[in-house]
């Protein structure tokens, strides 16, 4: 038989860090490239104890059905959790749980824009928000940043010419916090002034904040959604607990979780039962406030190996130098294609996400991805001598 599928997609394409699984398989290989948390966080004894606890406790409704919107106590102790952690308040009602944070860019990019229509992203962004973008067949421009994140400046010029020409965005997407791929931090002012934007345009605001707690330098700095409750927050339990639970949430008006709801029904009809249990669990008995450090100092050395080695090996090249996350970004000179780059990087057995990736269209080409979150420390000082190599070459 000789299947005829839809043209929905069309627009979609394989990730670039999926399609690199089949090389950092290789024995030897040092990776820079997936996202993954390392497992040394996985408060697995806890996991194991709560586990236990939830079957002993709530079996017969851990193993059921939920609810669409997600387990209400887990909604009341995020509620009492993002009080305490980014100083935001909000009601369970404003609490809508997910499959992770990638279901949820799915669903605000379906429930905002129509095929055609067009957002604002940062250039580069998270590659899942591409995909979620290109699945629902939604356009895009982007706005160039500097080493304080997103230039509002450019994007308020970009918003004029855009309502000038009747395509006025239906979002704007942020990761103003150790930004997923560059790492920068969007200062106060800054966030102010794209809250301000967003007001007078009437554009709502998507911030993305997975990397939130993840601070190794520096102060921290009032998320978006604590400055305007008009903001629509993402959070995730992926990088605070562990990613295999796909446990995520949005917190947003009852107007946007109710839509939620409605699109949520016919993806999955329900989250997991059982990981929200886990969850629930592991906010109520305050475990995430011992396990977030132990996860910060891990991370924080590993930045700093990364930092030092890229400074004792690495020229003709710069890069950021994040206060926390998970990546910092490397930017080559123009001439070097990072995309053809990396056949010379896996064969001296190194691997990095080219920057390519991460721009929905119009990419750089000479730019880079690197996580130094996940390698053994002596892997991340031999992997950079490697990569140093291959850029001396190029």
């Known amino acids: 038989m000789k299947y005829q599928f839809s043209e929905n997609l069309k627009y979609m394409k394989s990730s670039a860090i999926r399609n690199l699984l089949k090389y950092i398989q290789q024995p030897g290989m040092i990776s820079f490239g997936g996202g993954m948390p390392n497992p040394e966080t996985f408060p697995i004894e806890k996991i194991m104890e ?41 009601n369970p009602e404003n609490v809508f749980i997910t499959t992770g944070s990638q279901q949820a860019l799915y669903a605000l990019s379906k429930i905002f824009a129509n095929p055609g229509e067009k957002v604002i992203l940062e250039a580069p962004t998270y590659v899942g928000m591409i995909s979620s973008l290109n699945a629902n067949a939604v356009d895009s421009e982007s706005i160039e940043m500097d080493e304080n994140g997103m230039i509002v400046e450019k994007l308020e010029d970009k918003i004029k010419s855009m309502v000038d020409n009747n395509r006025k965005p239906k979002f704007i997407y942020t990761i103003p916090t150790f930004q997923n791929p560059a790492g ?36 921290k700095v009032p998320t978006l959604k604590s400055l305007d409750d008009d903001v629509i927050y993402l959070g995730t339990f992926s990088k605070v607990m562990a990613p295999g639970l796909r446990t995520g949430y949005v917190i947003a008006s009852e107007e946007v979780t109710a839509k939620m709801n409605l699109l949520k029904q016919a993806l999955d009809l329900a989250g997991d039962s059982f990981s929200q249990y886990i969850a629930y669990e592991y906010l109520k008995n305050g475990i995430i406030y011992d396990q ?103």
Request: glycine content about 4%.
């Open 50 to 90: 709560i586990t236990s606890d939830v079957l002993s406790n709530y079996g017969k409704n851990a193993l059921q059905y939920g609810t669409t919107d997600g387990l209400k106590p887990l909604r009341e102790e995020i509620v009492k959790f993002i009080l305490k952690d980014e100083n935001i308040k909000c």
């Open 184 to 219: 920068y931090t969007m200062p106060l002012d800054r966030r102010k002034h794209l809250i301000e934007i967003s007001k007078k345009y009437e554009i709502p605001i998507i911030e993305d904040n997975p990397y939130g707690d993840l601070r190794y330098s520096g102060s």
């Open 292 to 394: 977030v450090p132990k996860t910060v100092e891990l991370y924080k050395r590993k930045r700093n190996v990364m930092l030092e080695a890229l400074d004792e090996n690495v020229e003709n090249a710069e890069w950021s130098k994040p206060d926390g996350g998970m990546f910092l970004w490397l930017r080559l000179k123009k001439n070097v294609d990072t995309e053809k780059l990396l056949e010379k990087a896996i064969e001296k057995k190194v691997a990095y996400v080219p920057g390519s990736a991460f721009y929905h269209k119009n990419p750089e080409l000479n730019t880079m991805r690197l996580n130094f979150t996940y390698a053994e420390d002596d892997d991340i000082r031999e992997g950079i001598k490697r990569l140093s190599m291959v850029i001396s070459e190029a």
